[in-house]
């Protein structure tokens, strides 16, 4: 039989409900089949090595909360790409924002890759040099999950976020 979830064929699949929907799956997916993380918004039921990877991105930015200072303004999800964006509006290089600030040009690099989170310091000289804001509120955790519900996570989001 096939696993309509992941295609394989296996000697015997189960049926579960996906959202109101039969679907015929195999040992492996029928734990996803229950678990509301592999389903986007729409419905449509992700692959679950796809679900993986969203899970991952959810840890990684609960990882990140852990190490914000406490205060109401926390780090922007896309400090990286305000920075780039500011930097390059301005005409500036690398370097010419690393002299402005007092930075390496590789830790320039570094911040707008994403690959290096700016402690609150660089942030504040990066505002200031950039004439821009990278943080935000920080929302209870009661609203993230309301947030995260609301948008949810589509297929679409993630190969955004694949992208960068
Ligand atoms: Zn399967």
Not at 69 to 77: D, N, P, Y
């Given at each position: 039989m096939l696993c309509e979830m992941c295609g394989a064929e296996v000697p015997r699949t189960k049926l579960v409900m996906v959202e109101g929907a039969a679907v015929h799956v195999c040992g492996k997916c029928e734990k996803f089949a229950s678990s509301p993380a592999v389903r986007a918004k729409d419905g449509a039921v992700l692959l679950p090595d796809v679900a993986d990877r969203l899970d991952n991105r959810e840890k990684r930015r609960k990882e990140r909360d852990i190490y914000e200072?406490?205060?109401?303004?926390?780090?922007?999800?896309d400090y990286s790409e305000r920075i780039r964006k500011a930097r390059q509006r301005q005409g500036m290089s690398h370097e010419d924002l690393g002299r402005l600030i007092s930075e390496k040009k590789s830790v320039i690099v570094k911040v707008e890759s994403g690959e290096m989170t700016p402690p609150d310091k660089l942030v504040e000289r990066l505002e200031r040099a950039l004439n821009i804001k990278l943080k935000e509120p920080a929302l209870a955790a009661g609203e993230v999950r309301k947030a995260n519900n609301s948008q949810g996570m589509t297929l679409g989001d993630f190969i955004k976020v694949k992208k960068k």
């Open positions: 200072t406490s205060g109401e303004l926390e780090l922007a999800e």
